[in-house]
């Protein structure tokens, strides 16, 4: 009987167990490979999750609301996985720290700092405010090149199928009728010839997939990379462009991540790595190195001689009066115009001349062919007086 109720009470105790360890296998999400999520949804993501820990909502609640909201199959996924954690005993910061391909060093620095300060709805909202801010930047430069690329595009796919199935017609006509070929058109033929042949064409292609290949294993390399974006820099009119748009990113990440109470050394680490070009980000790493010697930010990188001095003297004053995040904002919205402007004044040079480039090519195959229809309609009309004769 003893031996019966003992028997009894194990039954009891694993039946107590086990629907526990059940629940807690339901409730671990399943494993799946985790895609990119794009900067809208994630901004997104963290506006709402700003907005609802404002309003008081519990953690685990918001990533729940979240992830039913989600529309990206990704960030649903994420979310899931982060709520998971967070369930399990974790802190925010650590379960996003799981997924470096979702969010950044930034977003995770920023994460942190609110968890630490007790202040993470305002850190999301700050985090929330740059997110929106940096995607309306890339917005207005993509907004930007897109008209250029499409009319190159086009115009490239007239000039191939005027080359590749209009010419080798009149071309035919010209040598059916023996007619003598000006060196333009002969030019144009040289060309013609070149583009329908198929051997040609598979060695082309496999020439710009090679150059595509390297060029992306070069920048997928550290030293690569720094080379890379140093030329880039340099470049005419593009150049200080890129350079403007870096300087906004710098000044309004550093402003973003001091305001949220990350300290110095930490937050140029970060920003080093969300710049976004290897050249600044070096040189923010050595002002960094400077600073942890005991220097001030300004002069630094000052020194690096990629911060004008506009933005030095900025970081001077907010340095001086204790205020450097409140100028670093400045500064980010002073370039964030000067971008605008330099992007509203390159999309009005552009246009012209890319309708000059279109025309002339164009208007190069037109002469090309019909000066030899000239030559033609000459030759006929002087045998037709000659036979009238």
Excluded: W
């Amino acid at each position: 009987m003893a031996l019966f109720q003992k028997k009894q009470q194990e039954e009891r105790a694993s039946a107590m167990v086990d629907p526990q360890a059940d629940a807690t296998k339901v409730r671990a999400p399943k494993k799946q490979r985790i895609g990119r999520v794009n900067a809208k949804d994630l901004t997104m993501f963290c506006r709402q999750f700003a907005t609802m820990q404002a309003a008081g909502v519990g953690l685990v609640r918001c990533l729940a609301v979240l992830e039913q909201q989600a529309g990206s199959p990704s960030l649903k996924a994420v979310i899931r996985e982060v709520q998971y954690s967070v369930e399990s005993g974790e802190t925010l910061t650590r379960s996003l720290s799981r997924f470096p391909r979702v969010f950044s060093n930034l977003f995770i620095g920023l994460v942190r700092a609110g968890e630490v300060g007790g202040v993470l709805e305002e850190t999301l909202d700050r985090l929330a405010t740059f997110l929106e801010d940096d995607l309306k930047l890339k917005r207005k430069v993509k907004a930007a090149m897109t008209y250029p690329v499409i009319v190159m595009i086009l115009a490239i796919g007239i000039v191939i199928g005027l080359v590749t199935f209009i010419v080798p017609q009149f071309m035919q006509m010209f040598s059916d009728f023996e007619v003598d070929m000006p060196a333009i058109t002969m030019m144009l033929i040289g060309i013609s010839n070149f583009m329908t042949n198929i051997t040609n064409i598979i060695i082309i292609a496999a020439v710009i997939t090679a150059l595509v290949i390297a060029f992306n294993r070069i920048k997928a390399t550290k030293t690569g990379a720094f080379y890379i974006d140093k030329f880039t820099l340099k470049i005419p009119v593009f150049g200080p462009l890129i350079h403007m748009v870096a300087l906004s990113r710098f000044s309004r990440t550093m402003a973003t991540m001091l305001a949220s109470g990350v300290p110095i050394l930490q937050s140029l680490e970060t920003v080093a790595g969300a710049i976004g070009n290897e050249v600044i980000a070096a040189g923010i790493l050595d002002a960094r190195n400077a600073i942890r010697e005991g220097e001030r930010m300004a002069d630094p990188l000052a020194r690096t001689g990629l911060f004008p001095p506009m933005v030095v003297q900025m970081i001077t004053i907010g340095e001086e009066t204790g205020s450097i995040d409140d100028m670093l904002s400045k500064v980010a919205d002073f370039y964030e115009a000067e971008v605008d402007a330099q992007l509203d004044s390159l999309t009005a040079a552009l246009e012209p001349l890319l309708i000059v480039f279109l025309g002339g090519i164009v208007g190069f195959i037109v002469i090309a062919m019909f000066m030899p229809i000239v030559s033609l309609i000459d030759g006929l009309s002087g045998t037709g007086d000659s036979s009238d004769f």
